[in-house]
Nanobody
Framework: QLQLVESGGGLVQPGGSLRLSCAAS????????IGWFRQAPGKEREGVSC????????NYADSVKGRFTISRDNAKNTVYLQMNSLKPEDTAVYYC???????????WGQGTQVTVSS
């Protein structure tokens, strides 16, 4: 089955760091871009960051600029999201998907829970 699998979430204190991974299972990452999204309880799913699979282009939501870094390792068929200086408002389920906007995503994986709390 072809899917993107998220991992790396967990519980971290404010100011801490986590690195999320998005691995392609059963296929090689193709297409134009891979995005990271998140959904907090009671809120709509939102885009966090996006990376081109062909160029060096990246994009970040204003709320995470300067704190999060998206990257890809083509050899490992994986996209990463390094999250530093985490805040309680970063608490959410994080998803990766093909595309950069919520409306462009055809299917979602199970996501990985990130909880920022003292």
């Amino acid at each position: 089955q072809l899917q993107l699998v998220e991992s790396g979430g967990g519980l971290v204190q404010p100011g801490g760091s986590l690195r999320l991974s998005c691995a392609a299972s059963g296929f090689t990452l193709v297409g134009n871009s891979i995005g990271w999204f998140r959904q907090a309880p009671g809120k709509e799913r939102e885009g966090v960051s996006c990376i081109s699979l062909k160029t060096r282009w990246t994009n970040y939501a204003d709320s995470v600029k300067g704190r999060f870094t998206i990257s890809r390792d083509n050899a490992k068929n994986t996209v990463y999201l390094q999250m530093n200086s985490l805040k309680p408002e970063d608490t959410a389920v994080y998803y990766c998907a093909s595309g950069c906007t919520v409306l462009s995503v055809a299917s979602w994986g199970q996501g990985t829970q990130v909880t920022v709390s003292s």
